[in-house]
């Protein structure tokens, strides 16, 4: 099979897989924390040529589960209001608890309901449940990861 083939294969997997192509969440990471790539990749506990060829669609999946784990953590924790808001030192903070962390994945966890949970109860403070779903309904075309966390925000699960 062509080189542009097996890309375009793995990153239709991905889209299965991940919901979207890793490129694009990765770049997400990138920017929200403005650090480089390679930096990226040794928080995750994967090599940066690794992360390269995953983001490129080179290679399909994240083979290690605690790599995926750490990247969903760190996309959670783009959500807390100290790091949204830029602050320089609870980004750094957020990026070395990560690197730090240990998730044990298994069938039956993803190591990052406590952050979901801060983040949810966090939303809940600042908004009314009817205008968190009003609000999720405004989002579902065009951002539906952030319309379903205040859909959940707001019915308080």
Same mark, same amino acid.
């Given at each position: /099979?062509?080189?542009?083939?097996?890309? %375009?294969? #793995?990153? *239709?997997? %991905?889209?299965?897989?991940?919901?979207?192509?890793?490129?694009? &969440? +990765? &770049?997400?990471?990138? +920017?929200?924390?403005? @650090? =480089? %790539?390679?930096? $990226?990749?040794? @928080?995750?506990?994967?090599? *940066? !040529?690794?992360?390269? %060829?995953? /983001? =490129?669609? &080179?290679?399909?999946?994240?083979? #290690?589960?605690?790599?995926?784990?750490? /990247?969903? /953590?760190?996309?959670?924790?783009?959500? @807390? !209001?100290?790091? *949204?808001?830029?602050? &320089?030192?609870?980004?750094? *903070?957020?990026?070395?608890?990560?690197?730090?962390?240990?998730?044990?994945?298994?069938?039956? #966890?993803? !190591? +990052?309901? =406590?952050?979901?949970?801060?983040?949810?109860?966090?939303?809940?403070?600042?908004?009314?449940?009817?205008? $968190?779903?009003?609000?999720?309904?405004?989002?579902?075309?065009?951002? !539906?990861?952030?319309?379903?966390?205040?859909?959940?925000?707001?019915?308080? =699960?």
């Amino acid at each position: /099979m062509e080189d542009h083939k097996i890309v %375009q294969r #793995n990153i *239709a997997l %991905q889209r299965e897989w991940y919901g979207e192509p890793l490129g694009d &969440r +990765v &770049r997400r990471l990138v +920017v929200a924390f403005d @650090v =480089s %790539q390679a930096f $990226l990749a040794e @928080v995750l506990g994967i090599s *940066a !040529p690794m992360l390269s %060829q995953v /983001m =490129s669609g &080179r290679r399909a999946k994240i083979g #290690n589960p605690v790599v995926l784990a750490r /990247m969903i /953590m760190l996309e959670r924790k783009i959500l @807390v !209001p100290e790091v *949204a808001a830029g602050n &320089r030192d609870a980004m750094l *903070a957020a990026l070395e608890d990560v690197r730090d962390s240990r998730p044990t994945v298994g069938r039956d #966890n993803i !190591p +990052v309901v =406590s952050e979901d949970r801060k983040v949810l109860a966090y939303i809940r403070d600042v908004a009314e449940d009817e205008d $968190l779903v009003e609000a999720a309904k405004r989002l579902d075309d065009e951002f !539906p990861a952030i319309a379903d966390l205040l859909r959940r925000a707001g019915h308080g =699960s």
